[in-house]
């Protein structure tokens, strides 16, 4: 079983939700189910995502793609995200 885990910051969570959550559909498309959306307890603006991966290679396309980091800069992501495939 494969797994992608992403994290990064946001300048504000609320606004990130919205954009994330209007994103679902090129998510669906790369074979991503989403686990676990996590916010840092002590940072409100920092955000963990583990997804499952149907497919490595759709998913490893879609971390890559130009369409997600647009959306990460239109919803505001402040930093790099930290980007990892991990497998079980």
């Known amino acids: 079983m494969a797994f992608l885990l992403i ?3 946001v300048k504000e969570f609320k606004t ?3 954009g994330y959550d209007g994103h679902q559909s090129k998510r669906t498309e ?3 189910t989403e686990k676990y959306l996590l916010r840092n ?3 409100a603006n920092e955000v963990v995502i583990l997804f499952e991966v149907q497919d490595i ?3 490893k396309a879609f971390a890559a793609s130009a ?3 647009e959306k990460m800069q239109e919803v505001g992501v ?3 995200p930290g980007i ?3 497998e079980s």
Do not use: E, Q
């Open 84 to 86: 990892y495939f991990l």
């Open 16 to 18: 990130w939700k919205t």
């Open 67 to 69: 369409d997600l980091r």
């Open 78 to 80: 402040v930093d790099k």
């Open 41 to 43: 307890s002590d940072d």
């Open 7 to 9: 994290r990064h910051k």
């Open 30 to 32: 790369a074979g991503l």
């Open 57 to 59: 290679n759709r998913a």
